[in-house]
């Protein structure tokens, strides 16, 4: 018997789960738990698992489908996940499999470019973000000067908390993936409301489709023939489109590797911490 059949079937769709997006998102997941059903998963989960932590699920090995981070996928998490795709996002930043961070800043703030943000207070979601860390730390360590740039690094937990961090002025500098970017800015206007993007950040492939590192290559490959089931299902098209989901690329760990590149650029130069 497969391991993994020893366990029950778990699935979360975290990463850009908004609230105000919620029917969206589970419309999406019916439309791919249709598509598992296809391919013979009987036992497929009708709700998205909402109450477990994020790094639970990851961890948990009946995981069948899951979003996760670029950089805990290549960290703390790679002995338990693996890769089955990498989404498409119909979203300013991404061009195909590849998205980037928008640096923000107030409207009012007279900044022109990252030099002027130096003794400046700079917000982040967490240490183990892509889109709201390592990007950053990468684009600030040619910069810094004895690892030093910002005058105060401030952890807010979330993407969203990181916008309100910005407009309350309790700081001057955020990243913020393209992706998240334009869901609030459909979803929730007001918190982009008196805000700009002052620059990008490089590029990295988008947060992957996952599954638990304990499944065969034969599950891998029915999971992603799920997936494609699922662009295909007119039911869910209207949901897909909401999400900004165009497509998904077969990606390998390879392809991530510039996310640790990015990584050891800054911590080779001395900034190993945004500071």
């Not at 990007?135 to 908390?161: E, M, T, W, Y």
């Not at 001057?172 to 007001?190: E, F, I, K, N, S």
């Not at 390879?254 to 990584?263: G, H, L, T």
């Amino acid at each position: 018997m497969n391991e993994t059949t020893t366990h029950a079937l778990s699935c979360a769709l975290s990463m850009y789960d908004l609230p105000e997006a919620r029917a969206a998102t589970d419309a999406w997941w019916g439309g791919i738990a249709r598509g598992l059903a296809a391919e013979g998963y009987s036992d497929v989960p009708a709700r998205l698992d909402r109450e477990r932590p994020r790094e639970d699920i990851w961890r948990d090995p009946g995981l069948l489908l899951a979003q996760t981070c670029g950089y805990p996928l290549l960290n703390e998490f790679a002995p338990h996940l693996q890769l089955v795709a990498t989404p498409v996002y119909d979203a300013d930043g991404c061009t195909q499999e590849l998205y980037r961070s928008a640096f923000l800043v107030r409207t009012d703030d007279p900044a022109t470019s990252l030099p002027d943000l130096r003794g400046r207070t700079v917000g982040y979601n967490g240490e183990d973000s892509q889109s709201g860390y390592n990007c950053l730390r990468a684009a600030i360590a040619p910069l810094a000067s004895d690892g030093k740039f910002f005058g105060q690094a401030v952890k807010s937990g979330a993407h969203r908390n990181s916008l309100a961090m910005l407009r309350a002025g309790q700081a001057d500098l955020v990243a913020v993936d393209g992706v998240t970017l334009a869901m609030v800015r459909r979803h929730a206007p007001d918190e982009w409301a008196g805000l700009r993007i002052l620059d990008w950040s490089e590029p990295a492939p988008s947060l992957p489709y996952v599954t638990s590192a304990k499944r065969s290559s034969e599950e891998v490959a029915r999971i992603q023939s799920a997936l494609a089931r699922a662009f295909v299902d007119d039911a869910v098209e209207a949901a897909r489109s909401e999400l900004l989901i165009a497509d998904t690329k077969a990606c390998t760990l390879a392809d991530y590797a510039c996310i640790a590149e990015m990584e050891q650029r800054a911590i080779s130069s001395g900034y190993g911490v945004l500071a």
